[in-house]
Nanobody, 122 residues
């Protein structure tokens, strides 16, 4: 079956960096668009950015532009989210998701990881 497993979250001070990874199995990874979403306590799940099967990134959500970078390694079935200059407002559970074809809507995604917690605090 399809599995997406995120890692790389943790506690970091404001201004710090983290790199999230999401390893996929059970699907033809190179055919899938991959996305990162996040969900803060008491808030709805928010689209962060996606990467098409060919490696073209979509627009980043405004709050992370210039700070976050998505990439993928099809040879490793892995999508990454490099997060720099982290702010307390970035605190959330981060999820990766996969679907055939790009979408910004969480309900359109077929497969989800379990999430990894990112906490930005001094």
């Amino acid at each position: 079956q399809v599995q997406l497993v995120e890692s790389g979250g943790g506690l970091v001070r404001p201004g710090g960096s983290l790199r999230l990874s999401c390893v996929a199995s059970g699907l033809t990874f190179s055919s899938y668009a991959m996305a990162w979403f996040r969900q803060a306590p008491g808030k709805e799940r928010e689209f962060v950015v996606a990467l098409t099967w060919s490696g073209v990134p979509t627009d980043y959500t405004d709050s992370v532009k210039g700070r976050f970078t998505i990439s993928r390694d099809n040879g490793k079935n892995t999508v990454y989210l490099q997060m720099n200059n982290l702010k307390p407002g970035d605190t959330a559970v981060y999820f990766c998701a996969a679907r055939l074809g790009f979408s910004r809507r969480s309900g359109d995604y077929n497969y989800w990881g379990q999430g990894t917690q990112v906490t930005v605090s001094s």
